[in-house]
């Protein structure tokens, strides 16, 4: 079946420090890469999101990179403050592929003031 | 303006019991997901609907059905509820355009069987 893996599971970094989240998976024909935020208690929401035709795309302080050819995304966040504190997401998919969608488990964030 | 909710927030059930979920978005989105959320897990997919009268299984499916009788909801059915259910669900929609778009999620129900 897919697999989907995010790295590191767990992530603590001071206020202003950057963070970075990888998600690998298997499935070649994956082409939407999203991450998703939740906060304790709260619904997911998507933060950033990226096609297969763009490597890289950026928000103010968060950004996305992807590497097709090794299967892997990655979530860069700058200038981390406490808010940025939460579960961070990936969910790659293929087009028509909800049968085969698989969220990676999850990583947290913690940043301390 | 428009939304996804869930109803009830909570609920508290027997084993053996059916227990509906009820799902409903005002965004007029064709596609709709119900997922399960267990302590210190991800989400994984039970159900999904591309639109009216269209149903298919997820990833864990199992002792879970679900209706589309109209664009805007999707109940969640739990024939028999079982004590390995006890989770949070989330419904969410996302647009026309299978697999590519960004799914919005609801507020979530957190279910517990006894």
């Known amino acids: 079946g897919e697999n989907v893996e995010q790295h590191p599971s767990t992530l603590s970094v001071q206020e202003g420090d950057s963070a970075v989240i990888k998600c690998t998976y298997s499935d070649s024909a994956s082409n939407y890469f999203p991450w998703y935020k939740q906060e304790l208690g709260k619904r997911p929401q998507l933060i950033i999101d990226i096609r297969s035709n763009v490597g890289e795309k950026k928000d103010q302080r968060i950004a996305v990179t992807l590497n097709k050819t090794a299967k892997h995304f990655s979530l860069h966040i700058t200038e981390t403050q406490p808010e940025d504190s939460a579960v961070y997401f990936c969910a790659p998919i293929r087009p028509g592929g909800y049968n085969k969608l698989i969220f990676g488990a999850g990583t947290r964030l913690a940043v301390h003031p | 303006d428009a939304e996804i909710t869930q109803s009830p927030r909570h609920k508290i059930t027997e084993t053996g019991r059916q227990v509906t979920l009820a799902c409903h978005q005002t965004w007029n989105h064709n596609n709709m997901f119900w997922y399960r959320q267990d302590l210190g897990h991800g989400l994984r997919l039970i159900h999904y609907?591309?639109?009216?009268?269209?149903?298919n299984k997820g990833e864990v499916s199992d002792g879970y059905s679900v209706s589309r009788s109209n664009t805007e909801d999707l109940p969640l059915t739990l024939e028999s509820a079982a004590s390995s259910q006890t989770s949070v669900y989330f419904c969410?929609?996302?647009?026309?355009?299978?697999?590519?778009?960004?799914?919005?999620f609801g507020p979530g129900t957190r279910l517990t069987v006894l």
């Open positions: 609907s591309y639109g009216v009268h269209d149903t």
């Open positions: 969410a929609s996302s647009e026309e355009g299978k697999g590519t778009d960004t799914q919005y």
